[in-house]
């Protein structure tokens, strides 16, 4: 009895994940990233550190050769997201920041996302010690990763990567 039981469960959970279909979310080829020049930040989450994170990434953004709008109604695509902030604890320590960011086409498909956190360690000294701003930190890195992998589409496409 317990074998047929056994054999059973065994064939529907073989049975089962054949039958149900995952649901798939609109996502576009990875090399149509290199088409994106101009970028609306939008919202990045309720918190006063998302509002100044939404500041700073505009910045970072603008510095990595995007080209940062007022509205989306301009933007080839529009950069959305939520950030997390978890205190030092009592044996303090810095702040960590997270970050799920999306950047999305005009039509709503998704072009490019990133899932950004943990805790920040700095190794060069120097910039260890001059290292005090979390936010900043992960603004940079932000954009950084925006950046590479636009180029990695562009380079993907055959298109020509401009510095």
């Not at 994106?36 to 939404?54: C, H, N, Q, W």
């Amino acid at each position: 009895m317990r074998t047929i039981k056994a054999a059973t469960l065994l064939l529907v959970l073989c049975l089962v994940p054949s039958y149900l279909r995952a649901t798939a979310f609109p996502q576009a080829d990875p090399t149509t990233l290199h088409l994106i020049e101009k970028i609306y930040v939008d919202e990045m989450g309720t918190s006063p550190e998302a509002a100044r994170l939404r500041l700073l990434l505009e910045d970072h953004l603008s510095e990595r050769a995007f080209t940062v709008v007022s509205s989306p109604e301009k933007a080839d695509a529009v950069l959305s997201g939520a950030t997390s902030v978890v205190r030092s604890g009592i044996h303090g320590g810095p702040t960590d920041i997270s970050i799920t960011a999306r950047l999305t086409s005009s039509d709503g498909t998704r072009l490019w996302g990133a899932n950004i956190g943990g805790q920040i360690s700095v190794i060069n000294p120097i910039k260890a010690f001059r290292f005090s701003e979390p936010v900043d930190y992960r603004a940079k890195e932000l954009a950084r990763k925006l950046r590479s992998d636009w180029e990695k589409s562009a380079k993907a496409a055959g298109a020509k990567v401009r510095k």
